[in-house]
């Protein structure tokens, strides 16, 4: 099992609309957890970090169930701007893990 | 703050040849890595770095080397390139371990080529 999946989309959706996807983990014992955003053929960067409460930035929110081993990342009033490939990354012992990536497309 | 740079943008090699990627960050960060990323795939670690003088393996080193001689700089070094070896390499760096409050700054990628 790998140790980090998540589904690779895409998602295509209109302008405006919510799109939510999850990442699964495998190691209960990880640490820390983040979305990065990855635009194509560019590298990564840092959307946000994922806290144990779930937490909000603007139109996004990322939830964690440690119980479940998964995050989840929600999109509120999707822009086109939005649109890209997110990495789900967790972090063991001080090594990060990446997810393959859900590519998001927000048509107009 | 240039941030984390890296050259060259693009390279084909021939298999068989060899070739340095290079990698520099101007942020005093301790921490460097070298990921490979595959069409389809997430990153795979390959070396870090925890400070002059230290390396260590990653996820997937065969093939590779490094050194880490100063802060700033941190070069992949390709032995004998092979077709497998054909990926988007991106290094990376943060101030310090890996957790919720040091973000992982990465440079531009290298996009290489071996036929």
């Known amino acids: 099992r790998k140790e980090v999946e998540q589904d690779p989309g895409p998602f295509n959706v209109p302008e405006g609309a919510t799109v939510a996807f999850n990442c699964t983990y495998s190691?209960?014992?990880?640490?820390?957890f983040f979305w990065y955003r990855q635009d194509c053929r560019k590298e990564p960067k840092l959307l946000m970090s994922?806290?144990?409460s779930g937490n909000e930035d603007g139109r996004f929110t990322a939830q964690l169930n440690r119980a479940s081993q998964y995050i989840s990342l929600l999109i509120r009033d999707s822009k086109l701007s939005d649109s890209a490939t997110y990495l789900c990354?967790?972090?063991?012992?001080?090594?990060?893990?990446f997810g393959a990536g859900t590519t998001v497309t927000v048509r107009a | 703050n240039a941030g984390v740079t890296q050259t060259p943008k693009f390279r084909i090699l021939k298999i068989g040849q060899s070739m340095t990627l290079q990698c520099t960050q101007d942020?005093?960060?301790?921490?460097m890595y070298w990921y490979r990323q595959d069409p389809g795939m997430g990153l795979k670690l390959i070396y870090y770095?925890?400070?002059?003088?230290?390396?260590d393996k990653g996820e997937v080193p065969n093939g590779y080397n490094v050194s880490r001689s100063t802060t700033e700089d941190f070069p992949l070094r390709l032995e004998l390139a092979a077709p497998s070896q054909t990926s988007v390499y991106f290094c990376?760096?943060?101030?310090?371990?890996?957790?919720?409050?040091?973000?992982?700054?990465f440079g531009p990628g290298t996009r290489l080529t071996v036929l």
């Open positions: 990354v967790v972090i063991n012992d001080y090594k990060l893990s």
């Open positions: 942020m005093n960060h301790n921490y």
């Open positions: 994922v806290y144990s």
């Open positions: 190691n209960s014992a990880s640490q820390s």
């Open positions: 990376a760096s943060n101030k310090g371990p890996q957790s919720s409050y040091n973000e992982q700054f």
């Open positions: 770095s925890v400070g002059a003088g230290i390396t």
